[in-house]
């Protein structure tokens, strides 16, 4: 999923939802920080502390290119991300 798609699909979400990724089902990870690599915007995830919102990565990410691919850095390497989901006031990658 590109950044630009992803800034359109969300625009009229909730801004104070927090962000997660969801490694299997029920295992979320909370969304902590962000990582540009070339044209890979990294989200990186911790299974303990506080999750970014969406408004604070849209705030962390404003200058940075729309065509940028959204990834998550997983323990091997970044996995590209396809889509998110909506569940309990939380927005899911997975």
């Known amino acids: 999923m590109r950044l630009i798609d992803f800034n359109l699909s ?3 979400l909730d801004r104070s939802l927090p962000l997660y ?3 299997a ?13 070339d044209d890979q915007l990294i989200l990186v995830s911790a299974a303990t502390g ?3 919102t969406l408004d604070q990565l849209d705030a962390r990410t404003r200058q ?3 065509q ?5 850095q997983t323990a091997t390497e970044p996995l590209r991300l396809f889509g ?3 569940s309990e006031q939380r927005l899911l990658f997975g």
């Not at 940028?68 to 998550?72: E, F, T």
């Open 50 to 52: 506080t999750a970014l």
């Open 64 to 66: 940075i290119n729309g």
């Open 84 to 86: 998110y989901r909506l």
């Open 10 to 12: 969300t625009a009229d």
């Open 25 to 37: 089902t029920n295992q979320l990870e909370a969304i902590q920080s962000i990582t540009l690599q």
């Open 21 to 23: 990724w969801e490694q």
């Open 68 to 72: 940028c691919q959204l990834y998550i």
